[in-house]
């Protein structure tokens, strides 16, 4: 494929860093590039990131992994024990759009790096705390979640920088399938090393380990540019046929602007705005189910009578282990169909993304619905739901981030993935887990202190979640309307 590119001769400093203010060029009639295929190189990087994001969300699930555990250790309510989610989803969500902004401006490479050093010492020390100095926990937990969102805020703009539209979006997907793989692999870490030393603690040494070999890996391999403008600047070159903006009509500068004229801009494109809502109950339903889901099958467990009650601070982690499968599977299996579902459907119709949002939106929270109210009677249909639940959310992943990555200029992508972040943790998963809690606690409260109404009132708070996920796709059905008219004001 072939493209009319003009560029200038003299690039602007900025655009030596990574990101969406680097190499947003506009079309021109005077030189034509032959873009050629991603080098092996590329693929290199992204196997890179795509590491480190396993490690990360390992990191980010341990903790539900071993809940039971964690509860009865620093002997918290489950108001309390959601909290602890909340914490770190709160400090990941406001250290976001720092992040985006100096991503934006600033080498993209180093911060990554700093990022994963800081989430992997800090978690490593979190092992070491002892069960008097549980505010100490809570407050590692919340330092993790800064480290992590200096990653999840830049890795997604380094892949669009390396690659083009309909590359790019197999390359998302590889990304984000490490999001449920990694969650997934994040309970069975904890579980077993939990079952294996009889101290969940263990569970909180390993990923450091990970971290530090994906920092060592991002040093060596990651290069400080994007080759996709590397290679594109100097086929410039060597024609010989590079003009300065100022010589010819129709080649622009990129103009650089404050971070509030980037955010008055993404407020008044409505397909970003819908679908950031819509990303938002997203996640408020995954940092429910995340936290709670093995809990809820232990408590339902117990009240049929298939499990004796946890008396124990080494409680049994089967749940986890069986969860984190189902996540693993769900997970691969959801964000391969979702964007094969989109490159398919585009063809046919230009409104296909968030069409498919909306659908798998609407089936998940009938699907966990129904998981929810045979959960009492037969633990293995709840097994069943749970993991189609999780399937048709888990297909919107990849899906999602390529509707932000062609409604938004490429100067504004870091920024508006890190409002984005802001927006769905702080609506979704920041609250998610802490109210699914608190609600189950008041309900326990003002009834009879047994084993049923633990169950119930868990179960009666999880409703909360398919309400949730109905509104969710709702906000994708609204997006469907202003996605045309974004997308190519975007590509002018």
């Given amino acids: 494929a072939h493209e009319r590119t003009g560029l200038q001769s003299q690039l602007p400093p900025e655009e030596h860093n990574y990101g969406a203010t680097a190499a947003h060029v506009r079309q021109g009639p005077f ?4 873009r050629v295929a991603p080098a092996k190189r590329e693929y ?26 964690i509860q009865k250790y620093f002997k918290l309510s489950d108001g ?4 602890l989610q909340t914490v770190f989803i709160l400090c990941y969500m406001l250290a976001a759009p720092i992040f985006g902004y100096l ?5 993209r490479k180093i911060i990554l790096g700093a990022g994963i050093f800081f ?15 549980y505010w100490i926990f809570f407050l590692s937990r919340g330092l993790v979640g800064i480290g992590t969102a200096s990653f999840s805020t830049i890795a997604p703009t380094i892949i669009a920088d390396l690659f083009e539209e309909g590359k790019r979006t197999t390359m998302l997907s590889v990304f ?15 579980a077993g090393m939990a079952a294996v030393t009889g101290d969940w603690h263990w569970a909180f040494r390993v990923t450091p380990c990970m971290g530090g070999l994906a920092l060592v890996l991002l040093i060596i391999l990651v290069p400080h540019r994007t080759q996709r403008r590397t290679a594109a600047h100097r086929a410039l070159s060597i024609s010989g046929t590079i003009r300065v903006a100022a010589e010819k009509p129709g080649v622009h500068r990129t103009v650089r602007t404050t971070w509030c004229q980037d955010v008055v801009s993404l407020a008044k494109n409505w397909s970003f705005v819908w679908s950031s809502l819509g990303l938002t109950a997203m996640a408020f339903v995954t940092g429910a189910l995340g936290m709670w889901v093995p809990v809820f099958l232990y408590r339902a467990q117990v009240v049929q009578g298939l499990v004796p009650p946890c008396l124990q601070e080494s409680c049994n982690s089967s749940n986890s282990l069986i969860f984190g499968g189902i996540t693993i599977g769900t997970g691969i299996l959801g964000v391969i169909a979702g964007a094969e579902a989109a490159r398919r459907l585009r063809k046919i119709n230009n409104k296909a993304d968030p069409l498919i949002c909306a659908t798998s939106m609407f089936v998940s929270a009938l699907c966990l619905y129904i998981a929810l109210m045979v959960a009492q009677t037969n633990i293995l249909s709840t097994f069943i739901f749970i993991a189609f639940g999780e399937l048709f959310l888990s297909a919107n992943w990849a899906v999602v981030t390529d509707i932000l990555l062609y409604v938004v200029t490429p100067r504004r992508q870091s920024t508006a993935i890190a409002l984005q972040i802001l927006m769905s943790h702080l609506l979704g998963d920041a609250g998610s887990p802490y109210l699914i809690g608190t609600i189950s606690h008041a309900i326990q409260n003002k009834n009879s202190h047994s084993f049923q ?17 109905v509104c969710g796709g709702a906000f994708f059905l609204l997006t469907s309307f202003y996605i045309e008219e974004d997308r190519k004001e975007a590509q002018q």
């Fill in 31 to 34: 030189v034509s590039v032959s």
């Fill in 176 to 190: 984000y399938i490490f999001i449920p793989v990694g969650s997934g692999l994040g309970y069975v870490l904890a």
């Fill in 80 to 83: 309390n024990t959601g909290l």
């Fill in 453 to 469: 109404w633990s169950f119930w009132s868990m179960q009666y708070s999880f409703i909360l979640c398919s309400f949730v996920g």
């Fill in 119 to 133: 989430w992997s010492v800090v978690t490593l020390g979190s092992s070491f705390i002892n069960e008097l100095y």
């Fill in 44 to 69: 290199l990087i992204v196997a890179v990131l795509c590491y480190a994001n396993l490690v990360n969300f390992m990191d980010w699930f341990i903790v539900p992994g071993i809940l039971l555990g």
């Fill in 103 to 107: 991503g934006d401006r600033y080498n």
